[in-house]
């Protein structure tokens, strides 16, 4: 949503209409007839982003050239470099164009362009005020072309030539359009707003001129801010935006014009320096506004990272154990750990120790069933690292050598019942009936 | 108009550069307020660890401590009054008296990876049963003790004698050993 304003330079008075222009809506704020002096009270408190000016000067040259049919790029630099080739005396000057259409002459297609010269002395002296007020003029549109930009936008069975009369009180502006390119435009005086006698003559002759000097023979006449205007002009109401008063067509057609239908940058006639200057400071502009938000992000990532600070410096404040306190904790600790490396050696050799397979403890678990005829003769134990080894010799008196075996098996699994022994060799001599029994034990 | 033009675009400029030198100043601060805050993160966590460490060391020590206190109640009321030697002879000399054997040979006192270590074997008469587990629960009562240790190599239990004066006899080996001298804080 942006703010417009358009000024008109007008031969009696200075015309400005402001309005609020979205992308979908156009409504008219406010519309001002001023004078000189006037314009710059308004420019000093009027709150617009941007001006779009247009202007009718009575010195400004509107001319109709031929150039090749070229890229749409190169049309600018070369309706320039023609300009200024067939006007070397001219002063410096901008131009705003507008491509007719293409036709064939002498078998050569040729495209016609019709231009507008604008000397840049008076768009120095149009644009000072808005300079001294640091206001942007976003365009400079002579005001045949933007009445152009109404008449053809407005939809209508008008013919492609075309005679419009643009009444401004004292002063008509007579403009010969052709495909909605301003070829002619004569500016005749007038005695009072409205179409009289001599002014409808004026009309006639300019059509008559329009045909016998540039071959041109306009199809109707249309007066575009005129109600009821007399013959020879045709009824033309121009299609009128929702936000704006129906009436305001009769004094700011111009303004409507420009809001209503935008003209393309080639219709521009702002001086190059000046819009060099000016996108130097929108640059400008654009970067400052930049790095405030990006301050301003900043500074709101300060004030949040205090706040976190403070928090974690109250945090802090709670954690922190007295300088006391730790070094009482820390000086406990570490005489404790000393007397406890001091005895850990100790220790690990009383686990060592402790930790050894006990003889007296084996035999304190072993337990024998009362067997028949099993005597024990000897019994040895002994420790070998981490294990206890047992032997036991003796002898079982049986008939049989299957009984002795028998008793001797049972005595094993006796022996085997003890927890963490493991039985060997068992050994009965038949002679005798000796027998002897090896076992390991390992807690 | 282009010299108008210019004085505005210089001091749009000089605008420009006084918000440039205030978001580079801000900008700095920022980092240096960044960085602090980092610090103080790892202050905090490192303050965490500490308070808890501080309760952690505050159990360690008591642990140390009671380790230590259990440890001394196993050293006999001797310990750190006499040497490793006369405490390793004091329990075989103990041993001696309660194993009332019929032959005791006590090997001459040896340094050995840091102990002090006196070999022995004992030959016993085993007369009834009553004597066996005597002599075993004794044997493993004494095992239990600690500085010195008494260690059981081996024990050999034989029949002897005649077939009609069949006697049982014991015959052990063992060893009594004591660490070197350490010093132990009483």
Known sequence: ?????????????????????????????????????????????????????????????????????????????????????????????????????????????????????????????????????????????????????????????????????????????????????????????????????????????????????????????????????????????????SGFPATIINEYPAQLALLAYPLPASQDLRPAAYCSALREQDLIKITSLGFVIATALVILLLIVHGFLITAMQTDLNSLRQPPDLLHSVITTHQKAMEKRTAVEPLISILNSQHAEPSIPGLLATLAFAPLTDVTIGSMTAKRDKDAIGLSLTGTIPKPSLAGAQSQLEALGAQLSATNGMTLGNRILDPKNNKFSVEATHKP | MIAAMQRQTRQKLIKLGIILICFTLLASLLSVVIRYKEMLARTITNQKTIFQNVGRMRLAAKDADKTVADFKSLLPPAYGTHTPEWLVYSRIDDLKSRLQATEMVIKAIENKEGMVAVDFSATLPLRDSGTYSRIINLLGNQETLAFPFVSVRSVQVDQSGSETQQALKLVMEGVVQMPAPQEVSQ
Not at chain 1, 120 to 129: G, S, V
Not at chain 1, 134 to 140: A, C, E, G, T
Not at chain 1, 219 to 240: H, K, Q, R
Request: proline content about 8%.
């Open chain 1, 1 to 241: 949503m942006s703010l417009l304003a358009v000024v008109s330079y007008d031969a009696d008075a200075i015309r400005i209409v402001t309005a609020q222009k979205t992308r979908d809506s156009l409504i008219c704020k406010q519309a001002l007839t001023l004078t000189d002096d006037e314009l710059e009270g308004f420019l000093s408190q009027d709150q617009s982003k941007a001006y779009l000016i247009t202007v009718n000067p009575p010195d400004a040259l509107y001319e109709t050239i031929s150039i090749p049919p070229v890229d749409d790029k190169l049309i600018a630099r070369i309706v320039d470099a023609e300009l200024k080739r067939t006007h070397p005396e001219l002063p410096p000057f901008s131009i705003g164009f507008q491509v007719i259409g293409d036709s064939v002459q002498d078998g050569r297609t040729i495209r016609r362009v019709a231009c507008c010269l604008m000397p840049d002395e008076l768009l120095n002296m149009l644009l000072e005020p808005f300079i001294r007020h640091n206001k942007s003029v976003r365009m400079i549109a002579a005001t045949p072309h933007a009445l152009a930009g109404l008449v053809i936008n407005t939809p209508s069975d008008l013919p492609d030539t075309l005679l419009c009369a643009y009444d401004e009180g004292e002063r008509k502006t007579l403009l010969v359009l052709e495909n909605g390119a301003v070829l002619f435009t004569r500016q005749v005086p007038s005695e009072c707003r409205g179409w009289n006698t001599l002014d409808r003559q004026n009309v006639t002759m300019t059509i008559d001129y329009c045909f016998q000097t540039l071959r041109v023979r306009p199809g109707g006449a249309i007066a575009i801010n005129s109600e009821d205007p007399p013959p020879p002009f045709v009824a033309f109401e121009p299609i009128i935006p």
